[in-house]
C-alpha cells in the first residue's frame, strides 16, 4: 500500500469517518505525496489536466497588458500615484509559468511599469517554490515569497504609494471542501464522510444533522420540496476563509480570481443532484473519487455568489463576473488598438485565443470575478 493511502487509513482508524474535505486536502497536499506535491508536471498534454496556463503565454500577456492599465489609470490620479509601485500578488503559481508570462510581457512591452513593479507568490510548499524559482530565474530581483498575504502598512501609507492585483487561476477549485447531501425525509442536510471498507475508501454519512440555514443554504420550501432525497452541494470553507484573507490584506486595487464555477442562478438546482466533486486522471474523468489518493486530481466547482459576499462583506466592491471568455475578448479589444503596444498578432497567439475564449473550449467553463477597494 502506498504510504498517502496508509497515512489516511490510520487517521480513518482513530475516528472511524473523517469527513470528506480532509480526505481532500491530505490527498491533495499531504507533503511528499499530496497530488499537488509530487515531482514532475502533472499539468499540460503530459499529465492530468488542462489549465489556460498550458494553452501558452497569451493569459498572461493579457494580464500584464491588463495589470499595466489598471496601474496607469491609478497612476494618474494624484502625485502619489504617479511615484508609487504596482504590487502583483500570485496565489496558486504552481510551476511558475502564469507569472513568467506576466513578467516577460511587461519587460518586452512596457518595462517602465516593470521597473515599478513588484512580485509576491503565495506558496507555502517548499518543494513548490523551488519549481517557481527555476521558472522565473531571470526576475529573481522582483521576487518575494511568502506563506501567507504580507504584512500590510497602513492605511494611508498604502494608499499613497501602492496599488495591488491579488490575482490566481484554478486556485479556489483546488481547496478542500465539505460534501453535504439532503434527507428528504428529514427535511435537513447531513455531511459526508470517508470510510474504509476492506482495502478501499468509502463514502460513509457523518452522524450530525444540519439545517440550511447554517449552511447559508436557500431554504424557501417551494425549493427544498423538490429536491431529490440525497441531493449533493460541496462547500468550500477553505476558499471562502482564503477569499476573506485575501480581501482584508487589500488596501488599495483588486482581487481577481479565475476558476470554474458557477452564479446564483446555477447554485442550487434541482438537476444537479450529483454535485460538481470529480477527479482526473491523464486527461480523464475518473468514475471513484477516492481511488488511489494522490495519484489523480480532485476538484469541485467554485460557489462564486458565497466567495462574492464574503468580499463584500469586508467591504470590497464587485466589479466583474463573467466567463472567461468575454473578459478576454474585452481585453483584446483594447490590446489590438494601434497605440496600446501589446505586441504583433501571429497566428500562434489566434489559435491560443481562441481555445481561451471559445465556449467550447475554455471560455465558457472558466469564469472571472474582480472585486476591489479605491
Known sequence: MVPLAQNIREEIGKQGVIPFSRYMELALYCPDYGFYEKEGDNIGRGGDFYTSVSVGPLLGEFLGFQFASWFDEWASRGEAGRAGRLQLIEAGAH??????????????????????????????????????????????????????????????????????VCFSNELLDAMPVSRFGWDAVKQTWFEWGVAVDEDRFVWARLPNEIDSASLKLPSAPELLDVLPDGYIVEISLAAEEWWSRAARSLQCGKLLAFDYGFGVAESLIPERSHGTLR??????????????????????????????????????????????????TTIAAEAWKPEAKFGPWDQKRTRQFQTLTHPQHLGRSFRVLIQSRD
Open 95 to 164: 510551476n511558475g509559468q502564469l507569472g513568467y508570462d506576466v513578467l516577460t510581457w511587461l519587460k518586452s512591452r512596457r518595462p517602465e511599469v516593470l521597473e515599478r513593479t513588484e512580485y509576491f507568490i503565495l506558496e507555502p510548499s517548499t518543494r513548490r517554490r523551488e519549481w517557481q524559482r527555476k521558472t522565473l530565474a531571470v526576475f529573481a530581483d522582483k521576487l518575494t515569497w511568502h506563506d501567507d498575504f504580507p504584512p500590510v502598512p497602513s492605511r494611508i501609507t498604502h494608499h499613497a504609494s501602492r496599488f495591488t
Open 279 to 328: 477527479a482526473y486522471r491523464q486527461h480523464k474523468q475518473v468514475t471513484d473519487v477516492l481511488a488511489d489518493p494522490g495519484e489523480q486530481d480532485i476538484t469541485a466547482h467554485v460557489n462564486f455568489p458565497r466567495i462574492e459576499e464574503v468580499g463584500a462583506t469586508v467591504g470590497l466592491k464587485t466589479e466583474l463576473f463573467e466567463t472567461q471568455g468575454k473578459f478576454l
